[in-house]
């Protein structure tokens, strides 16, 4: 099968890769008909290298149809449509039953104090193959996929692709702000999850602001209903949006900024220093100091 590989920084190609197998009971092979690029996939491209092998298949927003199930899976069947989540996660454990997937007891890498298992996501998270490929093992498929009801069956992908990650985040993000009802919110970063974010909490009845220096991300929310400004135009954000506000500031502020944005010059460095390292000694310090 073709797949997109990890061959050194800013180097990814195409390659053609054996095709996955069953090789758990609770294994599932998909097919995959859509497959995302994802913000922090630009980690793995420029950073991560040191928990990186050449030839390691990048890629964690997927979706597509089962191939062939292992003997434990009972939830699935050949022919379903499914959209699998970033994280691998086993729907038994005891942080699954509380709705924390992402620190799944079975698949946690602990060898790297990490959570749950990502799909293409490095060693640190269990150097599982990725889903920008033809096609893809899914680990724990009894409950690691989100199928696409029978009622979804005539829309595009695009209908559903983005709940395996990007728009679960964005969701999630709202929740964790803690906006009481009514109440009203920053949103920094109009990119995918910045704009999504300020997309559901409008749609749950909040006031929101939203700020960035892309004029067409701005225009984009702006057309959504949402209170823009412009970082080039306002100087002190934090003063304007106290006038915009009675002198309070909003409820609630998401920092929806990624860590490769243009315009975060010290990041930069700091990324082009460790890159100079060697990989033994970037990895000890990109695990000490984040």
């Given amino acids: 099968m073709k797949a997109l590989a990890w061959h050194g920084k800013r180097d990814v190609r195409v390659d053609t890769v054996p095709d996955p197998k069953i090789e758990e009971p609770t294994d599932a092979i998909i097919r ?9 996939d630009l980690h793995l491209y420029e ?3 040191p928990f990186l ?15 062939e199930v292992g003997s434990g899976v009972t939830t699935l069947q050949q022919g379903d449509r499914v959209v699998i989540p970033f ?21 946690q890498v602990r060898d790297h104090g990490m959570g749950a298992a990502l799909f293409g996501f490095s060693k640190l998270y269990g150097q599982v193959a990725g889903g920008q490929a033809e096609y893809l093992r899914v680990p724990q498929a009894q409950y690691t996929h989100i199928k696409v009801p029978e009622e979804g069956a005539s829309l595009s992908d695009d209908r559903f692709v983005y709940l395996s990650d990007v728009l679960p985040t964005a969701w999630q993000s709202v929740e964790y702000a803690g906006i009481p009802e009514g109440g009203s919110l ?14 559901i909490a409008k749609h749950r009845g909040h006031r929101v602001i939203a700020v960035d220096l892309v ?33 309070r500031g909003t409820d609630s502020v998401i920092d929806a900024v990624g860590m490769e944005a243009h315009g975060s010059p010290f990041g930069k460095i700091a990324h082009q220093m460790t890159g100079l390292l060697p990989d033994a000694i970037a990895a000890k310090m990109m695990e000490t100091a984040g």
């Fill in 87 to 107: 994280q691998i996660s086993c729907g038994a454990c005891y942080m699954c039953s509380q709705d924390l997937q992402t620190q799944c007891e079975t698949t």
């Fill in 32 to 40: 995959v008909t859509t497959t995302g690029l994802c913000g922090s």
């Fill in 53 to 67: 092998d050449e030839g390691d298949i990048l890629g964690h927003e997927p979706m597509g149809i089962v191939e």
């Fill in 215 to 247: 004029p067409e991300r701005l225009q984009r929310a702006r057309n959504n209903g949402v209170e823009v400004l412009d970082m080039r135009e306002h100087k002190k954000l934090g003063d304007t949006i106290r006038e915009m506000t009675d002198g």
């Fill in 47 to 49: 950073l991560l290298g």
């Fill in 186 to 199: 920053t949103v920094l970063g109009l990119g995918p999850i910045g704009d999504m974010a300020s997309r």
